[in-house]
C-alpha cells in the first residue's frame, strides 16, 4: 500500500456573526433571511463553535481541505471581506480547495462575488475550452479534486441548486480525460445528489448522476443538510459513497446534529484504492473528538 493522503472536509460555516445590513440591503429576498437570522438562526450558528472545529482539524495536520460552500449568509457585500480573512486562517490555496453554496449567491446581484473573493482558492489546473470557473479540476498529491458549483439565486424560502446542461457536459469532458488509475476523483458539490426535499434539491441531479454511472469518481462531498450523510450512487464498475456533514459552526438543536468534520485517509492498495473516513465532532463543552470511523473503499 502507497502511503496514505489525508483530506479533510467540513462545510456550511456560515460565518457568524452577521454585519449590519441597510433598509437597501434588505429590499429583496435578504428580508426574509435577515430575519430568520436575527430570530433563530444566530442562535445556533457559532463562532465559537467553528473556532474549535478548525482549531481541531488543523491539529490533525491534513494533506488538503475541501470546503463545500456557504460560507456566509446573505451574501452580503460586507460578509466577503470576513469570509475571505476567515478562509485565509484556514490554509492557503495550495492546502485549501472551496465551492460555493447557495447562501454564497442567495440574490442575483451577488451570484458572482464568491467566485471573485476566492478565485485562488478554486483556481484550475486544467484549461477548459470556454473558460468558465466551473467545473475546475485540482491535482493534490494522488488526488484530482473536481469542483462544481450548485449555487444559484433562487425565489423566497427556496434553497434549490441546479448545475446547468454547459456545467454537466464540461464534468463530463473531464472525468472522460481523468481515469481511476491516474487518481482518486473526488467530486466536491454543495447540494446532495439526492434530497425528498423539493424546496432544497439539486433539480438536474438526475443528470448529474447520468454522467457519475458513466465516468465514475471514487468519492463525493457535500453540504447544505446539515446532517450527517452517507449515500451510495451508481458508478462505472461500483457503488459510489457521497458523504455530507454537519455545519461547521452548528451547536446541535433540533434534528441537527452539532458542528463536525470528516477526514478521509486515501491509499492506493495494489490496483485498487483505499478510503477510511474518521468523523470528529464537537461535544456540549465545545471539545472535538472522534465519533466515528468506516473503511468506504
Avoid at 13 to 26: E, F, G, I, M
Avoid at 155 to 160: E, W
Amino acid at each position: 500500500m502507497t502511503d496514505s493522503f489525508t483530506l479533510a472536509h467540513l462545510s456550511d460555516p456560515h460565518l457568524p456573526p452577521l454585519p449590519a445590513a441597510s433598509l437597501r440591503d434588505l429590499a429583496s429576498k435578504r428580508a426574509l433571511g435577515y430575519l430568520n437570522w436575527t430570530r433563530n438562526r444566530h442562535k445556533y450558528h457559532r463562532r465559537e463553535v467553528l473556532d474549535a472545529l478548525v482549531a481541531d482539524m488543523q491539529a490533525q495536520r491534513p494533506d488538503h481541505i475541501a470546503v463545500t460552500g456557504d460560507l456566509v449568509n446573505l451574501a452580503l457585500e460586507a460578509e466577503f471581506t470576513p469570509a475571505q480573512a476567515w478562509l485565509e486562517s484556514v490554509g492557503t490555496p495550495q492546502r485549501v480547495t472551496v465551492i460555493p453554496g447557495n447562501h454564497d449567491a442567495y440574490v442575483r446581484a451577488a451570484r458572482h462575488r464568491f467566485t471573485d473573493t476566492f478565485e485562488k482558492y478554486l483556481s484550475c489546473d486544467v484549461a477548459e475550452a470556454n473558460g468558465a470557473p466551473f467545473p475546475f479540476v485540482r491535482r493534490r498529491g494522488p488526488l484530482a479534486l473536481i469542483g462544481v458549483s450548485s449555487a444559484v439565486p433562487t425565489p423566497p424560502l427556496m434553497a434549490t441548486g441546479r448545475l446547468g446542461r454547459a456545467q454537466i457536459d464540461a464534468l463530463d469532458r473531464h472525468l472522460a480525460q481523468i481515469s481511476a488509475d491516474e487518481a482518486f476523483r473526488v467530486l466536491l458539490v454543495h447540494h446532495p445528489l439526492h434530497s425528498d426535499s423539493r424546496m432544497k434539491r439539486l433539480t438536474d441531479s438526475k443528470a448529474l448522476r447520468a454522467v457519475l454511472k458513466r465516468r465514475g469518481v471514487e468519492l463525493v462531498l457535500h453540504g447544505h443538510d446539515h446532517i450527517h450523510s452517507t449515500m451510495w450512487f451508481e458508478g462505472v464498475d461500483r457503488q459510489i459513497p457521497a458523504v455530507g456533514v454537519p455545519s461547521a459552526s452548528a451547536l446541535a438543536h433540533r434534528h441537527y446534529p452539532g458542528a463536525a468534520y470528516n477526514l478521509f485517509s486515501i491509499a492506493r492498495d495494489g490496483e485498487k484504492w483505499r478510503c477510511v473516513q474518521t468523523v470528529r465532532a464537537i461535544d456540549a463543552d465545545f471539545r472535538v473528538k472522534q465519533i466515528k470511523q468506516t473503511t468506504l473503499l
